[in-house]
């Protein structure tokens, strides 16, 4: 059965400072999925990692998918009150476009 | 462009009755899936369809639950004699093509008493 757990689940963070999220996973995939889920909302899409070493960037906010070592991490930079959310990472455990299996998420608080 | 829809958004049922809720995926997305997402936690999958092709329903808790989605686009996800541990936010998402990004829905929020 995969597995995917993050650290930390909750997070309390400065505005301007940097932190990383990390997500790992149990078994062989190399599709990971970023989602941001804020209070009482859907789920957004932030990223689609779809290879080993694959890294994508937006704004204040960068993934990167090592499939090696299981390992996937949400890197936030100079964070700003606005990046205060929920965040999940989720993989394709079948690599087929099936199933997601979703972390436990996240919960970033961005304090002025 | 519109995105996926659900309804109802929310629905109180007592406990025994059935209930459907129904999923609109964005238009021409060929994989749809359904999810159970619990508070404080990540969703869960339950079952996905390519087209009208129910392709994997092991995530369906017990035989109570069951999905369709007969003509290839909306989807209906049945709740047969609802228990009190059925209440949860259930949540579509679709996808353009088997693997690509998920877009989910608002959620129906299902409450039973």
């Known amino acids: 059965e995969l597995k995917v757990e993050q650290n930390p689940l909750f997070l309390s963070m400065q505005e301007g400072k940097n932190y990383t999220i990390y997500c790992n996973y149990s078994t062989t995939s190399d599709r990971l999925y970023w989602y941001r889920q804020d209070p009482g909302k859907s789920l957004e899409s932030l990223f689609v990692l779809l290879s080993n070493g694959a890294v994508k960037q937006e704004g204040r906010l960068m993934a990167s998918l090592d499939t090696k070592a299981r390992l996937s991490t949400l890197h936030i930079t100079a964070a700003v009150h606005d990046l205060s959310a929920t965040y999940f990472c989720a993989v ?13 998420g996240t919960q970033l608080t961005v304090n002025p | 462009g519109a995105g996926v829809s659900q309804s109802p958004r929310y629905k109180v049922t ?49 035989d109570r639950f069951s999905a369709e989605r007969p003509e290839g686009s909306i989807s209906t996800l049945t709740i047969q004699r609802t228990e009190q541990r059925d209440s949860a936010m259930y949540r579509c998402a679709s996808s353009s093509i088997p693997g690509d990004e998920q877009y989910f829905g608002p959620g129906t929020r299902l409450t039973v008493t």
């Not at chain 2, 997305?29 to 994997?56: C, K």
């Open chain 1, 92 to 104: 394709d455990e079948r690599a087929s476009g099936s199933r997601l299996t979703f972390g436990e």
């Open chain 2, 14 to 62: 007592k406990r025994g009755q059935d209930v459907a809720l129904r999923c609109d995926p964005i238009s021409g997305h060929v994989s749809l899936y359904w999810y159970r997402q619990a508070l404080g936690q990540g969703p869960e999958f339950l079952t996905y369809f390519n087209y009208e092709a129910q392709q994997d329903k092991s995530g369906l808790p017990n």
